[in-house]
């Protein structure tokens, strides 16, 4: 059983950074590749970066590739989101999520992460 508790968002104007924290209760955390997801009131939620387990792989969203960058400490059981050239249209409540089946070819699929976060509020004003 993995736990996700996300931090680190609010307001912030258009150009603007923040970075997210999502800590994670468990011993195995550092089996689970870890992922980042965003919806937006009345919108699907959609995939915003991965990070495989071994710090090998990472994986970007093109709307994010470039600005965002995603990070994880096993040590500190914590994946990390720092988003700069923050844009309005990335405003959106942010997911971490935990899956041990996650690949290059489905990391965008929410249906191959086993846990969820609550979800922590980004509001990028023009």
């Known amino acids: 059983q993995v736990q996700l508790v996300e931090s680190g968002g609010g307001l912030v104007q258009a150009g603007g950074s923040l970075r997210l924290s999502c800590a994670a209760s468990g011993r195995t955390f550092s089996s689970y590749a870890m992922g980042w997801f965003r919806q937006a009131p009345g919108k699907e939620r959609e995939s915003v970066a991965a990070?495989?387990?071994?710090?090998?792989?990472?994986y970007y969203a093109d709307s994010v590739k470039g600005r965002f960058t995603i990070s994880r400490d096993n040590a500190k059981n914590t994946v990390y989101l720092q988003m700069n050239s923050l844009k309005p249209e990335d405003t959106a409540v942010y997911y971490c999520?935990?899956?041990?089946?996650?690949?290059?070819?489905?990391?965008?699929?929410?249906?191959?992460?086993?846990?969820w976060g609550q979800g922590t509020q980004v509001t990028v004003s023009s």
């Open positions: 999520a935990a899956g041990q089946g996650v690949y290059s070819w489905n990391w965008r699929q929410t249906r191959g992460y086993d846990y």
């Open positions: 990070i495989s387990w071994s710090y090998d792989n990472t």
